[in-house]
T-cell receptor, first 114, second 113 residues
Framework: GAGVSQSPSNKVTEKGKDVELRCDPISGHTALYWYRQSLGQGLEFLIYFQGNSAPDKSGLPSDRFSAERTGGSVSTLTIQRTQQEDSAVYLC????????????FGPGTRLTVT | QQQVKQSPQSLIVQKGGISIINCAYENTAFDYFPWYQQFPGKGPALLIAIRPDVSEKKEGRFTISFNKSAKQFSLHIMDSQPGDSATYFCAARGGGATNKLIFGTGTLLAVQP
């Protein structure tokens, strides 16, 4: 079946602009995660959704970052007033509601803030 | 307490050799330790994972060794192949209901033909 998809694959934006990144999880997966991967760094947790609720937003770096999920499916990560330090690859992962801990990752969106 | 420390940062191995990547953690509440493989331009893909009640898990050429008392775990790639050249990340499940993963900083592996 289809895996996790993300769009756009690449986004170049000017400092101060807002951007929206989209994630389509695997159908039926109730859990959805956003991570950020900066150059030469590991993946940094941003936010977790269970259904449409976000019980863990502890990784969002500032109030310029927000995310929502609708219909228990698609999620959008929004970054307002982008800064150069926001440049990174933003990865989305989803997980089924079963006992497996495995997270399936999408290909990511590479964000470049100029 | 939430960190996972990974070494080395980069590794060069000859074809047919053994690649070894090490990780260490502090938080004893971690209960699931996966290794992810990432190729350029792709998202990470689960390679192999272990839970702390097991000291070793093997899948094909890939083996995780887990030392609970030392809070360390490692990935061994036997008979390394050029196609194994990628970035490898260890991770730990952070505990609680969120299932979030805490990642190491990654190891760039190059297998020379």
């Amino acid at each position: 079946g289809a895996g996790v998809s993300q769009s756009p694959s690449n986004k170049v934006t000017e400092k101060g602009k807002d951007v929206e990144l989209r994630c389509d999880p695997i159908s039926g997966h109730t859990a959805l995660y956003w991570y950020r991967q900066s150059l030469g760094q590991g993946l940094e947790f941003l936010i977790y959704f269970q259904g449409n609720s976000a019980p863990d937003k502890s990784g969002l770096p500032s109030d310029r970052f927000s995310a929502e999920r609708t219909g228990g499916s698609v999620s959008t990560l929004t970054i307002q007033r982008t800064q150069q330090e926001d440049s990174a690859v933003y990865l989305c992962a989803s997980k089924s509601s079963g006992s497996s801990y495995e997270q399936y990752f999408g290909p990511g969106t590479r964000l470049t803030v100029t | 307490q939430q960190q996972v420390k990974q070494s080395p940062q980069s590794l060069i191995v000859q074809k047919g050799g053994i690649s070894i990547i090490n990780c260490a953690y502090e938080n004893t509440a971690f209960d699931y330790f996966p290794w992810y493989q990432q190729f350029p331009g792709k998202g990470p893909a689960l390679l192999i994972a272990i839970r702390p009640d097991v000291s070793e898990k093997k899948e094909g050429r890939f083996t995780i060794s887990f030392n609970k008392s030392a809070k360390q775990f490692s990935l061994h790639i036997m008979d390394s192949q050029p196609g194994d050249s990628a970035t490898y990340f260890c991770a730990a499940r952070g505990g609680g209901a969120t299932n979030k993963l805490i990642f190491g900083t990654g190891t760039l592996l190059a297998v020379q033909p």
